[in-house]
Structures are given as C-alpha cells and as structure tokens.
C-alpha cells in the first residue's frame, strides 16, 4: 500500500514565524501536492511537484513555498505566518501516467496560527 | 476552468438504508476521469470509486455504486446498506483529461448515519 506521511497532526505557531510542513511518500510516485482544507471550501490546491526540484503554482499559492529536493519528499513553507493560514494541510502523491492519475493522501496536519 | 459542485452540504441517513450524494462537473473535454474520496473524522482521505468518462457501464465497489450521466454531467454516489463507519466527509473530484496531473475537487458533502 502506498504510504503518505505528514511530519506533525498538529502545529501550533505563532504569526510571523516561519513554518515548515514536510510530506514523505514511499512508492517513488513522482507527483506530489499541498493542499489546503477550509470548512465550506473543499480542497484547494497550493502547489504541486512534478519532479525533484520542479514545482508548479495551484490555485492559492501567496504565502506559500514549497521544496523537494529528494523524489519522497515534499515540504510546504510559510515563510511568515498569519492567521488566516489557520488550517488544515494535506499532502498527496500520484503517479505519472498518462492516464488516471488517483491521488493517495497523507493523515493532513492541522495548523493553528495565535 | 473545470468546476466540480456538490450541491449537498450535508445529508444523513438511517443504518441499512441506501443514501444518493450528488455531484455535477463541467468540462469540454471528452475524456477525463472522475473519483469519489471519502475522509472519515480525523482520519485520511481514501478513494472510494473511480470511473472512466469513455465506458458507459458504472463502476461499482461492494456497496458504493455511481450513477454517471454524461451528458447531463452528473456523477453520482450511492451507499448501500449504509453502515456507522460510512460516516464520513465525501468529496467528489474530476481529472480533467487523461494525463493532467491535477485533480478538481468539490467543497464536500458530509454524510451522517444514524443508528
């Protein structure tokens, strides 16, 4: 089974600190993502990574970077945190195919900025 | 863009009965895929069912069934035999063509089943 780890369940920071939320997969699936999860609006793509070093902007990037130096392991970076990036994290991976392409996500960390 | 909408915010059902959540996409494309993710409380997102835009027959998995429209766009999911543990949130998602390494996601239905 395809397995997708989340480094914390639950982070509590405080604003202006900078906040690193690390995702590791372990079937060598080359795409994997950050999303956002609000009550009321779903999932919401931040970025995604194609491939080591390639990133690509989702839908809700401001405030957000992201790192993946090793193929397992993608990190989502808040360089400066707010409150309103109170939420809830959920990293992904998938293969690339050139078809369906079935996500498979981590436990997510629920994040609260003071 | 491709919009996927789940009109329901919130539905319940009764142990045993058999409960219908909807979904509605929009796409121009002609081949795509589309999946139903079940997250339960405090617990990770897992996919329900998926199916091929190109086959005509619904896909079914034990007591999950969709009722795929395509030309009304419609992809829905139904729980038969509804079970305590189906409790969950459910969302309905779109891979809006064949090698598109995103997905499309609705805001979520979240299903209550009552003892």
């Known amino acids: 089974d395809v397995k997708v780890t989340q480094s914390s369940r639950y982070l509590v920071k405080r604003t202006g600190e900078k906040v690193f939320l690390e995702c590791v997969q372990d079937?060598?699936?080359?795409?994997m993502f950050w999303y956002r999860q609000d009550p009321g609006l779903g999932l919401r793509l931040i970025y995604f990574?194609?491939?080591?070093?390639?990133?690509e902007k989702g839908d809700i990037p401001e405030g957000y970077s992201v790192s993946r130096e090793k193929k397992e392991r993608f990190s989502l970076i808040l360089e400066s945190a707010s409150t309103n990036q109170t939420s809830m994290y959920l990293c992904?991976?998938?293969?690339?195919?050139?078809?369906?392409?079935?996500?498979?996500f981590g436990p997510g960390t629920r994040l609260t900025v003071l | 863009a491709q919009t996927v909408t789940q009109s329901q915010p919130e539905m319940s059902v009764q142990e045993a009965e058999t409960v219908t959540l909807s979904c509605t996409y929009d796409?121009?494309?002609?081949?795509?895929?589309l999946f139903w993710y079940k997250q339960p409380p405090s617990r990770q997102m897992i996919l329900v069912i998926r199916?091929?835009?190109?086959?005509?027959q619904n896909a079914t998995e034990n007591r999950f069934s969709v009722n795929f429209q395509k030309a009304a766009k419609s992809f829905s999911l139904k729980i038969s035999d509804s079970q305590l543990g189906d409790a969950a949130m459910y969302f309905c998602?779109?891979?809006?063509?064949?090698?598109?390494?995103?997905?499309?996601f609705g805001k979520g239905t979240k299903l209550t089943v009552n003892p």
């Open positions: 992904a991976s998938s293969l690339r195919r050139l078809f369906i392409n079935e996500q498979f």
């Open positions: 079937m060598d699936h080359e795409n």
């Open positions: 990574s194609y491939d080591v070093k390639m990133k």
């Open positions: 796409t121009s494309e002609s081949d795509y895929y």
């Open positions: 199916q091929e835009a190109y086959k005509q």
């Open positions: 998602a779109s891979q809006p063509q064949g090698g598109s390494e995103k997905l499309v």
